[in-house]
Every structure is written in C-alpha cells, then in structure tokens.
T-cell receptor, first 116, second 110 residues
Framework: DAGVIQSPRHEVTEMGQEVTLRCKPI?????LFWYRQTMMRGLELLIY????????DSGMPEDRFSAKMPNASFSTLKIQPSEPRDSAVYFC??????????????FGSGTRLTVV | LAKTTQPISMDSYEGQEVNITCSHN???????ITWYQQFPSQGPRFIIQ???TKVTNEVASLFIPADRKSSTLSLPRVSLSDTAVYYC???????????FGTGTRLLVSP
C-alpha cells in the first residue's frame, strides 16, 4: 500500500491566488482528515469526512477555506484567496474506523504551503 | 476531551531508555491514551495506545497506573533516529477527532 498520498509536496504562491491541495487516502479507509501545522499553533484539525461526507468543519479558519471529497479516493482542500498567514504544512490523514483499539490514523507526508 | 500535559523537551543519549510522562487528570472512563511520533518533515505516526496497565509493541511500552491520571511512554535503548516530537493524546472510545497538544521534543545525541 502506498499510504496516504498528498500533492504537491511544496507549493509557493502569491497572495490572492487560489491554492488547491490534494489527498488520496488509503483504499478502504472511510475517514479522512485535514490538519494544518504551524510553529505557533501546532497541529490543528481543520475538517474530517466519513464516507465522503463532511462531518465536522469547525476547525476551518474562515470562508476562504473549503474542502471536498467527491469520491472515496480523492479529497481537496482549497484556499481562495490565499494569504501569507495561511503558510503552513497541511496534512491529510485517513483511517478505516474511529480511533479505537490498537490502531491509529495514517498521515500523509504533507504539503508545505508558502504564500508570499 | 481531557487535557494532557507533557514536558516540552527531553534530551537523551544513544542506548539509554527514555521515559516520557504525560498527565491527564480529567480522563474519562471511555477514554484511551494514545501516543504519536512525528519526525521532521513528516506527518505524525501512531506508536501505541492503551487503556490501563501495560501495553508493549515492537516500538515502545506504555505504562498506565490504576488511576489512569497519567501515563508513561517508554522507549528502550534509543538511537539517533528516535529524535522526534512525541504526542500524548486522550481519545474517547469511538471518537473520530484527534486533538494534538504541543508534544515533547526528544533529542537523542551520540
């Protein structure tokens, strides 16, 4: 299994531009999570999906952020328009079930976003 | 969700045993204790999870006293490659959200 695949690995964009981050979860995993990590705020949960349906988006910072999961094998996180304070590493994670028993979530390698 | 408190950083040397303690005074009956490890430029990786007493796997051991208000992650004979941030989380049974704290930055030196 290739694990959770995120693209791109690095993204540099100018303020005001639209940015789209992509994630392919592990096949068969029903849960998908988007996290953001910065030095100041650490790891923050932005939104998560169950069976392609958004369950909790209370961590999405503002309306400029949106996430979709059109099918079980693909999700996007979009920022429009982007701002310098959005610079962070964005992680996608997936799991076949809620966090129970001796099993954890599998995280991707992240997308490092820099907005200049 | 129960709040967790763990040391900000720890230093060790290769070959030593490292114990990282996490306190979670408000842990509930249905909560599990979970630890993740994060290397630089990578996403967090699940290490171990337990409910009470002791759990051991190929990576670490987790010790949980009877009152469950704290837990200790034990890494036997650390190597340089164990340098990472270690997160202690309290996870409600069947709950989906993982809330990460600041973690413990472990530095292993030669």
């Amino acid at each position: 299994d290739a694990g959770v695949i995120q693209s791109p690995r690095h993204e540099v964009t100018e303020m005001g531009q639209e940015v789209t981050l992509r994630c392919k979860p592990i096949s068969g995993h029903d849960y998908l999570f988007w996290y953001r990590q910065t030095m100041m705020r650490g790891l923050e949960l932005l939104i998560y999906f169950n069976n392609n349906v958004p369950i909790d988006d209370s961590g999405m910072p503002e309306d400029r952020f949106s996430a979709k999961m059109p099918n079980a094998s693909f999700s996007t996180l979009k920022i429009q328009p982007s701002e310098p304070r959005d610079s962070a590493v964005y992680f996608c994670a997936s799991s076949p079930r809620p966090h129970i028993g001796n099993y954890g979530y599998t995280f991707g390698s992240g997308t490092r976003l820099t907005v200049v | 969700l129960a709040k967790t408190t763990q040391p900000i950083s720890m230093d060790s040397y290769e070959g030593q045993e490292v114990n990282i303690t996490c306190s979670h005074n408000n842990i509930a009956t249905n909560d599990y204790i979970t630890w993740y490890q994060q290397f630089p430029s990578q996403g967090p990786r699940f290490i171990i999870q337990g409910y009470k007493t002791k759990v051991t796997n190929e990576v670490a051991s987790l010790f949980i006293p009877a009152d469950r208000k704290s837990s200790t992650l034990s890494l036997p004979r650390v190597s340089l490659s164990d340098t990472a941030v270690y997160y202690c989380l309290v996870v409600q049974q069947g709950f989906q959200k993982l809330v990460f704290g600041t973690g413990t930055r472990l530095l292993v030196s030669p």
